[in-house]
């Protein structure tokens, strides 16, 4: 079994899940740092962006697991900030960090769709890393199977069981769509946006598939809440992707 703990000393505990994310999101700046100059984009800009982006998407993507497990929550509000233990739900983070890139794009006088396209990579490639986290904490994992590549875990109930390892699953996904990304840009993009667009509805198509397979998802009026958002992104996605590159045509 994982040991969830990366490191103790003098009793702090530095949790591998906490390690992953930041890893993931210091990796993402790196690389939205350099895209960025290659499309003049000044440094400070980005940072800016950055600055407001991140709290918003740790704040988002906590705010939107506890809202969907307020029962627990209610009677454990204690535990409320505790996202080192897990807790984090990436379309609750995307939101709100969209929502305060955009208001900070606004303030600055900076192109949105520009920027977004210069994040549009860096996402997908911070979530395959951050997934790795769910495995140091035995968590977004899927149900039974017998197939080689199953994971094990410990089951409240049965003890020691073999099932699928959807966050891997995930990391794989996000680790070809990154790469994907890079590829559209080379040989398709037409107009500024298109690249947040194709994240946002290939990741929402895999993520949709994987969803079906996890045994913790999160729930709203009996549907699966990550497969209802999937949907909403897709649709959305691909209905802006179609008018900017309609656009762009035009032009």
Known sequence: MPNPIALEIFGFKLRWYGV???LGILLGVLIALRRGAKKNVIADDLLDVLIVGIPCA?????????????????????????????????H???IAAILGGYITCKVKKLDFLK???IFAPCFPLGQAIGRWGNYFNQEAYGGETTLPWAITVMDPVKGSIQVHPTFLY???WNTLLFGFILF????????????????AIFYSVGRFFIEGLRTDSLYFMGFRTAQLISIVFVVIGSVILVKLRKK????
């Open 20 to 22: 992953l994310i930041s």
């Open 58 to 90: 740790i704040i988002g993507a906590r705010l939107y697991y506890v809202i969907f497990n307020l029962g627990y929550y209610t009677n454990h509000p204690n535990e409320i900030i505790a996202i080192w233990e897990g807790g984090l739900a990436i």
């Open 92 to 94: 609750g983070g995307l």
């Open 115 to 117: 920027i977004l396209d």
């Open 170 to 172: 995930e990391s794989i």
């Open 184 to 199: 559209y840009e080379k040989r398709f993009k037409k107009a500024e946006g298109e690249l947040i667009c194709i994240y």
């Open 248 to 251: 762009a045509v035009e032009l």
